[in-house]
């Protein structure tokens, strides 16, 4: 039976390995990231989601991101580590990224249908992709979702739809969206 002195001591060296493996990504060092992660599992054991998560973002920018970003969730299957949102969340962000809004909608989709919910961050990319895409009308509709999902479109959400109307012409739609966000006092 593992202690309660051992399970704490345990937790915090995995909250130190996944401090500096965020600080190694936030500095770029891709590298430095994955070394630690070897590093990490010979000393403080499996890892969880919050660590994949920090090597998928590792990746981000990349020009091969979503290659990179499904190979983590590869090896998050091989080490029976269940990914979470945010894992899939990086997958999303990758297309969104790339121009693949179809590709980021399909794995938004594969989620919910599995039960898993969208977050703030997971609507954030797919309203990204949706403007990016030129598909601004489902860019309103997605924040409509997200207020029933029961999650609160932040300002950049707004903004975002906003100049995708603006940009495509939708003036009164985007004068409306506008408003609600002058309204929600987030300006």
């Not at 060296?13 to 070897?38: I, S």
């Not at 080490?79 to 399909?106: C, E, R, W």
Request: glycine share 8%; proline share 2%; hydrophobic share 45%.
């Amino acid at each position: 039976m593992v202690s309660f002195n051992g399970l704490l001591s345990r937790y915090l060296l995995e909250y130190l390995y996944a401090t500096l493996m965020a600080g190694y990504r936030r500095l770029g060092r891709l590298q430095d990231c994955f070394t630690l992660f070897g590093v990490m599992q010979q000393h403080a054991g499996q890892p969880n989601q919050v660590v994949f998560a920090i090597l998928q973002q590792a990746c981000w920018g990349h020009l091969d991101a979503t290659s990179e970003v499904r190979q983590i969730l590869r090896l998050m299957e091989d080490m029976q580590v269940q990914p979470g949102t945010v894992n899939y969340n990086a997958l999303i962000k990758t297309h969104s990224d790339s121009g693949q809004f179809t590709n980021a909608l399909s794995v938004a989709n594969r989620l919910r249908e599995a039960g898993v919910a969208w977050d703030d961050f997971t609507y954030r990319y797919l309203l990204l992709a949706a403007v990016g895409a030129g598909q601004v009308e489902l860019g309103v509709r997605l924040l409509s979702q997200m207020r029933s999902d029961g999650v609160r479109p932040s300002s950049k959400q707004y903004i975002t739809v906003f100049l995708g109307l603006a940009q495509a012409g939708y003036y009164e739609d985007a004068a409306r969206v506008f408003e609600r966000l002058v309204s929600l006092g987030s300006c």
